[in-house]
């Protein structure tokens, strides 16, 4: 009897393993940092999205930095737990992909055509060693230049400022006219940000050795020794209340009048479309100023990262997760709530987009065919963390700091660096 | 007393086992032993832990290989680092002073027969209930020159008014120390509260039959006589400092720029963040040291004391 | 419990009028005092009952111009945090499922421990009661790892299982400073005495310690219950989807990243969230005080 039960236990366990297989449910926990407002939003689209596709929806969400939900990965990674799906971008992409721990996407990539329609800026991204580990959600551009038209009508200027110099003078009129030039709220990530539009619009070339390659010395060279003065120049234009106002905040001052211009990336887009304001009425965008005169593009993407799993309906819910973010329909849905593009190229974005979001893509392609698209390093998209971290504590110092100069911005940051090599 | 005639009482009968006897002599270490491995591991443990950390090559995940005392020279290399540290005795101590101070001063004045007293105590106890992030939000908007306290002020005339030191590298810090006491200084109240109702009314007596002014009865007789709950109220100060972390980060995010940072925000943020893990374990074994800076010579202090007391008989 | 200077009021002595001067001192600074306290409460509780837009025109600070109670239903059921629209009932009831046993567990262990240390010392025992307290001191973000891999190897990662296990270990460093230091001013004699009756360990503590006992394990249920309901980094870490405690949704205040603020609504988050604690300290706020009162600190 003992032995029939055996065999009738193995019959069972065998036919269970064989149906787990066969009738895998695809189901997902992604980890990501988009846990309020309008993001949160957005990903919930993803949620539909994947639940409509058959899979089996669950998401974890840590608000506040970066940091925290990369505290949860580690976590879970340490604990031998690894989320089957996180949200990780630019570098960590391929630090992590280093540990081995990432999940091989080339069999869905080539039947979907990945490599045709991404962007190859960004290709270079998500195959940190030739395979595809990461599936893109979007497209951010960075050196947006925002402006209320109000203030410019009342202040005289009739066209955006196409190089700093331009910039700068409109900025002594603005000032002349009484209104504050330029909006910002600062944080490491702000101060960062229109750095990155600074330094990419007076040098793309020192832009790409110093934030992109991480060049000490070009951390230290007289280029960037001018960014940093151009900057001081500006923060000569920013009202005293900056340290601590939210971006949020800091756009309201564009929207409501009482300055004239605005550096932030395109989720502005989203905060304006739903405080109902329109472009070219209301406000203007262009890209930020630049001193080589052609079309320039900062990007930034997000993306996701699968790690590997022992549960077979994880590992259904993978391909069925990346499927499903590199869909037009997704594409087109994320976007249009998001303020970005498309990480795919060959989505229509005549309805439903923002007139800058059109633009956005257009100068993309324009960017592309000029050889002047560049990742961004304010939204950790070239330098390693600990590089990233340390410039940005220097940037930010600087901005705060009135009494320090270009030169020792400049030093502290290339210091900075190369105490982290 | 031996445990053979607590047990004959207790059994009331037949004679046990001797292992039965000896496990039950044992009793209280045996029901002590889980949290003293627990407590252990937790403290000694993940201490010697994070130290070998420190002393590896460890970047996005814990990795083994020894690469000695890099990264403790690196981290003070590290500007934001030398800010940091200095800002945890700058800010450490004047939380604890600040606390202590106003804790024992409200406890003082509750202390003088005032009427409603649970509804004072009340109100200086429940910041202690809120979360630290909570509390770091809304100063924040309190704080903020454009839309606070500043603001506020301003519309009601006052139209110099400046209030704006969290935007100021060089007092963005007071605000952490208001915030702070703000939150702990309640616990220290409730804590002398206590102590100042139990000390012995007979010495105040014998102090007021000798004509002693009610300035010197506190200085003389009442403080001293409360001199364990300073200990206490230090203590839970202290470790409060030592963790301030969302606190900081709900306030100021660390700034202006980096002002405000503090140690345990960049232990995070190179542990995190930057996939620094051996950079963030360097940092958090500093922390400790500074801790260790601070107990060491109270327990060399504390253990002369009783040292003295028995001596004296 | 009578004031300290309740058998001697110094003032008397003064003269009433010098007496009646100096309380109305004492008085003023007690309401200087109260405002400090009260600001951040008074201007959370207004701003959960006014407009977005006009919390965007006129600041934090202000009196509601309209009347509004929108917020509060929003909060709860609406707000858009944790990547869904769903409000924050969720986590608090989460937070709910977390807090109560390890209240309880800690508490219960803490009282135990203390009795031990306190009555029933042996060699090593004051050593092992200051390594324990080290305990109070140890940094989150230091035990953030270790206790990722010890959960992992017991198999309780993102459970609340786990994040009970983590704070009760963390909270006996506390709990076991209370009880300890509460009970060695329980008089030993009481203690001789029920051994010579023939009592054993348990029933010392259930016929002796335990009914003395309440002061002490209302301070340490405050203590342990606001501590771990408002607890956020291990919280965050140590949860997932669905199981997150109510801080992971408060986080969202700090506003990290490029989401706009719904200050209205953030508000009355932050009051729903604080609630608990706030009853347990509203209803708990005597005991607290009668509990330190009988020497729970040394």
């Given at each position: 009897m003992r032995k029939y039960a055996y065999l009738a236990a193995g019959a069972v366990a065998l036919s269970l393993a064989f149906g787990a297989a066969a009738n895998a449910q695809p189901k997902t926990n992604l980890l990501?940092?988009?846990?309020?407002?309008?993001?949160?939003?957005?990903?919930?689209?993803?949620?539909?999205?994947?639940?409509?596709?058959?899979?089996?929806?669950?998401?974890?969400?840590?608000?506040?930095?970066?940091?925290?939900?990369?505290?949860?990965?580690?976590?879970?990674?340490?604990?031998?737990?690894?989320?089957?799906?996180?949200?990780?971008?630019?570098?960590?992409?391929?630090?992590?992909?280093?540990?081995?721990?990432?999940?091989?996407?080339?069999?869905?990539?080539?039947?979907?055509?990945?490599d045709k329609v991404v962007a190859p800026e960004l290709i270079a991204v998500m195959k940190p060693k030739g395979s595809w580990v990461a599936a893109p959600m979007n497209i951010h551009r960075v050196n947006w230049l925002w402006a209320s038209k109000a203030v410019l009508d009342k202040s005289g200027i009739t066209a955006l400022p196409k190089t700093w110099e331009e910039f700068n003078a409109d900025c002594e009129k603005i000032a002349a006219a009484g209104f504050i030039c330029i909006a910002h709220g600062s944080a490491d990530w702000t101060d960062a940000t229109t750095f990155d539009s600074i330094v990419y619009g007076m040098d793309i070339d020192l832009y790409r050795k110093a934030f992109v390659e991480g060049d000490v010395d070009a951390l230290r060279s007289d280029g960037m020794i001018k960014a940093f003065d151009q900057y001081r120049k500006m923060i000569g234009w920013m009202d005293p209340g900056i340290p601590g106002r939210a971006w949020d905040a800091a756009l309201a001052m564009m929207t409501s009048g009482k300055a004239a211009f605005f550096f932030m990336g395109d989720w502005t887009i989203g905060t304006l479309n739903a405080g109902g304001f329109k472009e070219g009425t209301d406000y203007l965008c262009d890209q930020a100023p630049v001193d080589w005169g052609k079309?320039?593009?900062?990007?930034?993407?997000?993306?996701?990262?699968?790690?590997?799993?022992?549960?077979?309906?994880?590992?259904?819910?993978?391909?069925?997760?990346?499927k499903t973010i590199m869909s037009p329909e997704f594409q087109t849905v994320f976007n249009q709530a998001k303020g970005s593009i498309p990480a795919r190229m060959d989505v229509d974005l005549s309805t439903?987009?923002?007139?800058?979001?059109?633009?956005?893509?257009?100068?993309?392609?324009?960017?592309?065919?000029?050889?002047?698209?560049?990742?961004?390093?304010?939204?950790?998209?070239?330098?390693?963390?600990?590089?990233?971290?340390?410039m940005m504590e220097v940037i930010t110092e600087f901005v705060n700091t009135p009494d320090m100069s270009g030169e020792d911005a400049a030093n502290a940051m290339a210091d900075a660096v190369e105490a982290q090599m | 007393m031996s445990s053979t005639s607590i047990l004959a009482g207790s059994a009331g009968g037949a004679p046990r086992s001797r292992w039965l006897w000896r496990i039950t002599e044992y009793v209280p270490q045996i029901m002590l032993a889980p949290s003293v491995l627990f407590s252990f591991v937790y403290v000694f443990g993940f201490t010697a832990w994070t130290f070998y950390i420190s002393l590896s090559n460890s970047s996005l995940l814990p990795t083994y290989d020894f690469v000695g005392f890099e990264h403790y020279a690196s981290l003070w290399e590290n500007r934001r680092w030398v800010v940091a540290y200095t800002n945890l005795f700058l800010f450490g101590s004047l939380y604890v002073i600040g606390g202590v101070a106003i804790g024992l001063l409200l406890a003082i004045l509750i202390d003088q027969r005032v009427k409603g007293e649970s509804i004072w105590r009340t109100i200086y106890l429940y910041p202690l209930a809120v979360s630290f992030v909570v509390t770091g939000t809304v100063w924040n908007w309190l704080f903020s020159p454009t839309s606070g306290i500043q603001a506020f002020v301003r519309t009601l005339g006052w139209t110099d008014f400046r209030f704006d030191w969290i935007t100021d590298r060089n007092f963005a810090i007071y605000t952490v120390v208001i915030t702070g006491i703000w939150q702990a200084s309640g616990f220290a109240m409730a804590l002398f509260l206590a102590g100042l109702r139990s000390v012995?009314?007979?010495?105040?007596?014998?102090a007021q039959i000798?004509?002693?002014?009610?300035?010197?009865?506190?200085?003389?007789?009442?403080?001293?006589?409360?001199?364990?709950?300073?200990?206490?109220?230090?203590?839970?100060?202290?470790?409060?400092?030592?963790?301030?972390?969302?606190?900081?980060?709900?306030?100021?995010?660390?700034?202006?720029?980096?002002?405000?940072?503090?140690p345990a925000i960049v232990v995070y943020d190179f542990m995190f963040q930057r996939g620094q893990i051996a950079e963030g374990a360097a940092a958090a074994i500093m922390i400790l040291i500074a801790l260790f800076g601070v107990l060491v010579p109270y327990g060399f202090w504390a253990w002369w004391r009783t040292r003295r007391e028995a001596a004296r008989g | 419990m009578a004031s300290a200077v309740a058998a001697y009021d110094p003032l008397a002595t003064s003269g009433a009028r010098r007496r009646a001067g100096a309380m109305v001192f004492v008085y003023a600074l007690l309401v200087v005092f109260a405002g400090y306290y009260l600001l951040p409460l008074a201007v959370i509780v207004l701003n959960t009952f006014r407009d977005l837009p006009e919390i965007q025109r006129t600041g934090?600070?202000?009196?509601?111009?309209?009347?509004?109670?929108?917020?509060?239903?929003?909060?709860?059921?609406?707000?858009?945090?944790?990547?869904?629209?769903?409000?924050?009932?969720?986590?608090?009831?989460?937070?709910?499922?977390?807090?109560?046993?390890?209240?309880?567990?800690?508490t219960a262990i803490g009282a135990l421990?203390?009795?031990?240390?306190?009555?029933?010392?042996?060699?090593?025992?004051?050593?092992?009661?200051?390594?324990?307290?080290?305990?109070?001191?140890?940094?989150?973000?230091?035990?953030?790892?270790?206790?990722?891999?010890?959960?992992?190897k017991l198999g309780l990662t993102n459970t609340i299982a786990g994040l009970v296990l983590v704070h009760c270990v963390q909270g006996i460093s506390f709990t076991t400073l209370f009880c300890r230091n509460y009970y060695v001013n329980i008089p030993d004699d009481l203690i001789k005495a029920a051994r010579i009756d023939g009592a054993g360990f348990w029933?010392?503590?259930?016929?002796?310690?335990?009914?003395?006992?309440?002061?002490?394990?209302?301070?340490?249920?405050?203590?342990?219950?606001?501590?771990?309901?408002?607890?956020?980094?291990?919280?965050?870490?140590?949860?997932?989807?669905?199981?997150?405690?109510?801080?992971a949704a408060l986080i969202a205040l700090t506003g990290g990243g490029t989401s706009v603020h719904q200050y209205n609504v953030e508000a009355a988050a932050v009051l729903i969230a604080a609630l608990p604690p706030l009853l347990v300290y509203f209803f708990g706020g005597r005991y607290f005080i009668r509990g330190l009162t009988q020497g729970a600190i040394k």
């Amino acid at each position: 009897m003992r032995k029939y039960a055996y065999l009738a236990a193995g019959a069972v366990a065998l036919s269970l393993a064989f149906g787990a297989a066969a009738n895998a449910q695809p189901k997902t926990n992604l980890l990501h940092q988009w846990d309020n407002g309008s993001d949160a939003a957005a990903i919930a689209k993803l949620g539909e999205m994947y639940t409509a596709a058959g899979g089996e929806w669950h998401q974890t969400s840590i608000a506040g930095h970066t940091a925290n939900t990369l505290a949860k990965l580690r976590a879970d990674v340490v604990a031998g737990n690894a989320p089957p799906a996180v949200q990780l971008k630019g570098p960590e992409i391929a630090e992590w992909n280093d540990t081995g721990m990432t999940a091989n996407l080339d069999e869905l990539a080539t039947a979907e055509g990945w490599d045709k329609v991404v962007a190859p800026e960004l290709i270079a991204v998500m195959k940190p060693k030739g395979s595809w580990v990461a599936a893109p959600m979007n497209i951010h551009r960075v050196n947006w230049l925002w402006a209320s038209k109000a203030v410019l009508d009342k202040s005289g200027i009739t066209a955006l400022p196409k190089t700093w110099e331009e910039f700068n003078a409109d900025c002594e009129k603005i000032a002349a006219a009484g209104f504050i030039c330029i909006a910002h709220g600062s944080a490491d990530w702000t101060d960062a940000t229109t750095f990155d539009s600074i330094v990419y619009g007076m040098d793309i070339d020192l832009y790409r050795k110093a934030f992109v390659e991480g060049d000490v010395d070009a951390l230290r060279s007289d280029g960037m020794i001018k960014a940093f003065d151009q900057y001081r120049k500006m923060i000569g234009w920013m009202d005293p209340g900056i340290p601590g106002r939210a971006w949020d905040a800091a756009l309201a001052m564009m929207t409501s009048g009482k300055a004239a211009f605005f550096f932030m990336g395109d989720w502005t887009i989203g905060t304006l479309n739903a405080g109902g304001f329109k472009e070219g009425t209301d406000y203007l965008c262009d890209q930020a100023p630049v001193d080589w005169g052609k079309p320039g593009y900062i990007l930034n993407a997000d993306s996701v990262v699968f790690f590997t799993q022992k549960d077979p309906d994880y590992i259904e819910g993978q391909a069925l997760l990346a499927k499903t973010i590199m869909s037009p329909e997704f594409q087109t849905v994320f976007n249009q709530a998001k303020g970005s593009i498309p990480a795919r190229m060959d989505v229509d974005l005549s309805t439903g987009f923002n007139a800058c979001q059109v633009k956005s893509q257009k100068d993309l392609q324009a960017s592309i065919e000029a050889g002047t698209l560049v990742r961004s390093m304010a939204h950790n998209m070239t330098v390693l963390q600990k590089y990233r971290g340390a410039m940005m504590e220097v940037i930010t110092e600087f901005v705060n700091t009135p009494d320090m100069s270009g030169e020792d911005a400049a030093n502290a940051m290339a210091d900075a660096v190369e105490a982290q090599m | 007393m031996s445990s053979t005639s607590i047990l004959a009482g207790s059994a009331g009968g037949a004679p046990r086992s001797r292992w039965l006897w000896r496990i039950t002599e044992y009793v209280p270490q045996i029901m002590l032993a889980p949290s003293v491995l627990f407590s252990f591991v937790y403290v000694f443990g993940f201490t010697a832990w994070t130290f070998y950390i420190s002393l590896s090559n460890s970047s996005l995940l814990p990795t083994y290989d020894f690469v000695g005392f890099e990264h403790y020279a690196s981290l003070w290399e590290n500007r934001r680092w030398v800010v940091a540290y200095t800002n945890l005795f700058l800010f450490g101590s004047l939380y604890v002073i600040g606390g202590v101070a106003i804790g024992l001063l409200l406890a003082i004045l509750i202390d003088q027969r005032v009427k409603g007293e649970s509804i004072w105590r009340t109100i200086y106890l429940y910041p202690l209930a809120v979360s630290f992030v909570v509390t770091g939000t809304v100063w924040n908007w309190l704080f903020s020159p454009t839309s606070g306290i500043q603001a506020f002020v301003r519309t009601l005339g006052w139209t110099d008014f400046r209030f704006d030191w969290i935007t100021d590298r060089n007092f963005a810090i007071y605000t952490v120390v208001i915030t702070g006491i703000w939150q702990a200084s309640g616990f220290a109240m409730a804590l002398f509260l206590a102590g100042l109702r139990s000390v012995d009314h007979d010495l105040i007596k014998a102090a007021q039959i000798d004509g002693a002014g009610m300035r010197r009865i506190y200085w003389r007789i009442v403080l001293p006589a409360i001199r364990p709950i300073f200990i206490a109220v230090i203590v839970i100060l202290l470790q409060y400092a030592i963790k301030t972390f969302d606190l900081v980060v709900a306030l100021t995010v660390g700034g202006p720029g980096i002002a405000t940072t503090m140690p345990a925000i960049v232990v995070y943020d190179f542990m995190f963040q930057r996939g620094q893990i051996a950079e963030g374990a360097a940092a958090a074994i500093m922390i400790l040291i500074a801790l260790f800076g601070v107990l060491v010579p109270y327990g060399f202090w504390a253990w002369w004391r009783t040292r003295r007391e028995a001596a004296r008989g | 419990m009578a004031s300290a200077v309740a058998a001697y009021d110094p003032l008397a002595t003064s003269g009433a009028r010098r007496r009646a001067g100096a309380m109305v001192f004492v008085y003023a600074l007690l309401v200087v005092f109260a405002g400090y306290y009260l600001l951040p409460l008074a201007v959370i509780v207004l701003n959960t009952f006014r407009d977005l837009p006009e919390i965007q025109r006129t600041g934090l600070i202000g009196l509601p111009s309209s009347f509004s109670l929108s917020a509060w239903p929003e909060a709860w059921a609406h707000y858009c945090v944790g990547g869904t629209c769903a409000g924050i009932s969720r986590n608090f009831w989460n937070s709910v499922e977390l807090v109560i046993p390890a209240t309880i567990i800690s508490t219960a262990i803490g009282a135990l421990n203390g009795y031990i240390l306190s009555k029933w010392r042996f060699r090593g025992s004051e050593f092992i009661f200051g390594a324990m307290t080290l305990g109070v001191f140890v940094p989150g973000q230091m035990s953030l790892l270790p206790w990722a891999f010890i959960l992992g190897k017991l198999g309780l990662t993102n459970t609340i299982a786990g994040l009970v296990l983590v704070h009760c270990v963390q909270g006996i460093s506390f709990t076991t400073l209370f009880c300890r230091n509460y009970y060695v001013n329980i008089p030993d004699d009481l203690i001789k005495a029920a051994r010579i009756d023939g009592a054993g360990f348990w029933r010392i503590f259930r016929k002796i310690i335990l009914p003395l006992s309440p002061p002490i394990l209302i301070v340490t249920v405050i203590w342990q219950f606001t501590g771990i309901w408002n607890e956020f980094l291990f919280a965050v870490v140590f949860s997932s989807g669905e199981g997150q405690p109510i801080t992971a949704a408060l986080i969202a205040l700090t506003g990290g990243g490029t989401s706009v603020h719904q200050y209205n609504v953030e508000a009355a988050a932050v009051l729903i969230a604080a609630l608990p604690p706030l009853l347990v300290y509203f209803f708990g706020g005597r005991y607290f005080i009668r509990g330190l009162t009988q020497g729970a600190i040394k």
